[in-house]
């Protein structure tokens, strides 16, 4: 079945560590989004990309950082710099960048501070 | 640029009984505009979604929303909730060109 698959489903990161999350996409999907969720706020967008080798900020992109080496793969690295990491990373692809596309998303990542 | 309230961030009702949510939208356009489900520590799912035609649109799981261009509304209903449609509803409009903007979501409870 096609799909979004993410991982690890629970991880934890050290003061001073960077951490990466997993986003694999098997849906032939040209754009890819990476979004954190925290309790009462919604979905709030980090960075996307509308194909590969390119990605844009999202609203609140300061202390992450992606890469889109190929289609399918979108990973997300908490950097340091990000002081307040504990939530819950969803990730999510489109058919093309528009939207009036649905996003189709993974079961999440759940970070937290050791 | 587009803008999404969900006014109520908690609705219970009992089992068996009708279910609206409601779903405030702000763009100047025709949107685009998407209902999702999420349960407690997974993903979203799509619910249903609306581009143009008609203004009623049927669902998933026995959903339905009408989008109502005068009251820049897309209320999402169901007219009898199970113990299992307790979850977090998010509503969400787009536009071409655009990102989705998501609301902040409504957590249904389903008391028995």
């Known amino acids: 079945d096609g799909g979004i698959t993410q991982s690890p489903k629970y991880l934890f990161r050290k003061e001073g560590q960077n951490v990466t999350l997993s986003c694999e996409q098997n849906l032939n999907h040209d754009a890819m989004y990476w979004y954190r969720q925290d309790p009462g706020q919604g979905l709030r967008l980090i960075y996307y990309?509308?194909?590969?080798?390119?990605?844009q900020k999202g609203d609140i992109a300061e202390g992450y950082s992606v890469s889109r080496e190929k289609k399918e793969s979108f990973p997300l690295t908490v950097t340091s710099a990000q002081k307040n990491p504990t939530a819950f990373y969803l990730c999510?692809?489109?058919?093309?960048?528009?939207?009036?596309?649905?996003?189709?998303f993974g079961d999440g990542t759940r970070l937290s501070i050791l | 640029a587009q803008s999404v309230t969900q006014p109520d961030i908690h609705i219970t009702v009992s089992e068996g009984a009708s279910l609206e949510l409601r779903c405030n939208y702000s763009y100047g356009a025709t949107p685009y505009l998407f209902w999702y489900v999420q349960s407690p520590g997974q993903g979203l799912q799509l619910l249903l979604k609306?581009?143009?035609?008609?203004?009623l649109v049927q669902g998933i799981k026995g959903f339905e929303a009408e989008f109502k261009r005068s009251q820049s509304s897309f209320n999402l209903r169901k007219p009898s909730v199970h113990w299992s449609d307790a979850a977090e509803y998010f509503c969400a409009v787009g536009a071409n060109g655009n990102k989705l903007v998501f609301g902040a979501g409504t957590i249904l409870r389903v008391k028995s």
């Open positions: 999510a692809s489109s058919m093309t960048p528009s939207g009036n596309q649905p996003q189709h």
């Open positions: 990309s509308q194909i590969v080798n390119d990605f």
């Open positions: 609306y581009f143009s035609g008609d203004t």
